[in-house]
């Protein structure tokens, strides 16, 4: 399961789950899009066997993922068990014991035993029932055609013509799925296909068969949002810059884009975190954010990212560090992977650990209940789109490695804290100082290690800001007692809450930055909602 953010397509879960929190916040359904947006209709505004009913009854499932922040639940599923009589027709107790699986049969029958003489399809549509019926949104993606793990470069599931996938059934699924489930509305959407990928891939079949799969689901229920994803593994839609994709069904296209660390693990442990942000954003908007921007931007949002959550991975830690401030500053809609903590068997193990999972391994509770604080400015609606111009645009400045916001208190104090009541910002620019909204206070430093404060001096060095460094996640001003020391805007590791400056040490073509702890990264994030 994968789970989706916020309010419109904020926030996303992936079952196989992902969760998601940013379909933005919306306020009724069905959902359309508006430019780069995804809105609700009316007011324009953003807005197999399913893993884990072995832990939890799914009720409490479900609430579990409305309780963490999210709104919208990307659920995968196979063509086979589509368009298979022998699939589908398969009870989930039968499908367990082909596996072997008499362990998590076993505690079905104790969490959820009205599941297991359910036929597969059954199952799923009793899961999709339930999450609504609870209040989350749901995103159906065809994940595979023939049920496996997911997802290797040629495993007969990875683009059109391969051993499992076929063309026509393809289509024939997404036509029985949108067809089941066009009456209910909390299914907002249809992903038509995970991760294309292997050596059949081509652009010329692409075009053909994803504008047949769109047309086929627009056809039978016009209200979904169809999710087009690209080549490479769900990271490539550069293409599409050369030859758009040719269909908006009506406002209901929404293109999707995977951005994981794995793609790049030894550059991540190895380059200057700075320099490898730089590249892996620039790749990012590149290959598939480029369709937010323009003179015709398009609704895009990363349908996969997640990382090993036990904090222990250098790479993982350092990508989203990067992820965090890169995302934020553009309010992308995004889906976590993962809900599910374990799997009933997966690449010839049971019960194997998915330590990717936002829930620990007994779904009793959050894996890193510090993860998901992180995660609360991502969750975030920031920026609006029909009433934005009655609202003064504003920063917000958001710490990378906390997830943090640099808040102003009732004392008039600087302190790192919570983003849902953060304070506003205004900046004009590199030399310029940042102001607090409203007032004719602005951000001072005081000295290396000390910490920063709000002042009616203005005009002095120390409160003129500079964004420095290769990916501008410094921000900076002359040190009062040695001018050719610059002092960056800084949090304690240990401490986050705490905003001081300490003199830079990575900046603009420094290579000796390898160990940087990225404490000193903040991003100015705009923002217009009042």
């Avoid at 997830?403 to 104090?413: I, S």
């Amino acid at each position: 399961m994968e789970m989706i953010r916020g309010t419109t397509l904020k926030t996303l879960l992936l079952i196989s789950l992902s969760v998601a929190a940013t379909l933005s916040v919306c306020e009724s359904l069905p959902l359309s899009t508006k430019g780069r947006w995804i809105v609700d209709d009316v007011t324009g505004r953003r807005s197999m066997i399913t893993e884990g009913l072995h832990s939890q009854p799914i009720g409490d499932i479900a609430d579990k993922i409305s309780e963490m922040g999210f709104n919208c639940v990307r659920l995968t599923y196979p063509t086979f068990s589509w368009t298979r009589v022998d699939y589908y027709n398969k009870t989930v107790a039968e499908s367990l014991d082909s596996l072997n699986a008499t362990e998590a049969k076993a505690m079905i029958a104790v969490q959820n035993p009205r599941f297991l003489s359910l036929p597969l399809r059954e199952s799923y549509e009793r899961v999709v029932g339930e999450l609504g019926r609870r209040g989350l949104m749901l995103i159906l993606d065809n994940h595979v055609s023939k049920p496996m793990w997911c997802c290797e470069r040629e495993d007969g599931n990875g683009f059109f013509g391969d051993k499992f996938f076929d063309p026509e059934e393809w289509i024939e699924g997404l036509s029985q799925v949108a067809n089941r489930f066009k009456d209910e509305s909390h299914v907002i959407g249809m992903s038509m296909r995970n991760e294309l990928r292997g050596q059949r891939s081509n652009q010329k079949d692409w075009y053909k068969y994803m504008r047949e799969g769109a047309k086929a689901i627009h056809s039978i229920n016009p209200n979904l949002l169809v999710v087009v994803s690209g080549l490479n593994f769900a990271n490539d839609l550069s293409f599409l810059k050369k030859k758009p994709f040719g269909l908006t069904l009506n406002n209901k296209v929404v293109f999707e884009a995977h951005w994981y660390s794995f793609d790049a693990t030894e550059q991540w442990n190895d380059k200057p975190p700075e320099q490898e942000c730089k590249d892996r954003a620039r790749e990012f908007y590149r290959e598939a954010g480029f369709l937010t921007e323009g003179d015709n931007p398009a609704p895009l949002f990363i349908s996969e990212f997640g990382m090993d959550l036990r904090m222990g991975n250098v790479a993982d830690n350092r990508y989203f560090n990067c992820y965090l401030p890169t995302v934020a500053a553009k309010d992308l809609d995004w889906a976590l992977w993962t809900l599910q903590a374990s799997y009933y068997y997966r690449q010839r193990s049971l019960f194997l650990e998915e330590v990717y999972s936002v829930l620990d391994f007994n779904r009793e509770k959050p894996r890193n209940p510090q993860f998901l604080e992180k995660l609360t400015i991502l969750q975030e609606m920031l920026q609006g789109i029909c009433f934005c111009k009655f609202a003064s645009p504003y920063y917000v400045i958001v710490h990378a490695k906390s997830g943090l916001c640099v808040n102003v208190d009732g004392e008039k104090k600087v302190h790192g804290s919570g983003c849902q009541h953060r304070t506003k910002w205004t900046h004009s620019g590199d030399g310029w100082p940042i102001e607090l909204m409203g007032s004719n206070l602005c951000l001072k430093a005081v000295g290396d290690g000390r910490p920063v404060k709000v002042s009616t001096d203005c005009q002095s060095q120390q409160s003129r800001w500079r964004r420095v460094s290769k990916e501008k996640l410094h921000l900076a001003v002359r040190d009062e007692h040695n001018h050719t020391n610059s002092l960056c805007l800084d949090a304690s590791s240990s401490d986050p809450s705490s905003i001081v400056t300490r003199k830079c040490t990575c900046k603009e073509g420094d290579l000796n930055c390898h160990h940087e702890e990225q404490s000193n990264w903040f991003q100015l994030v705009p923002s217009n909602i009042p």
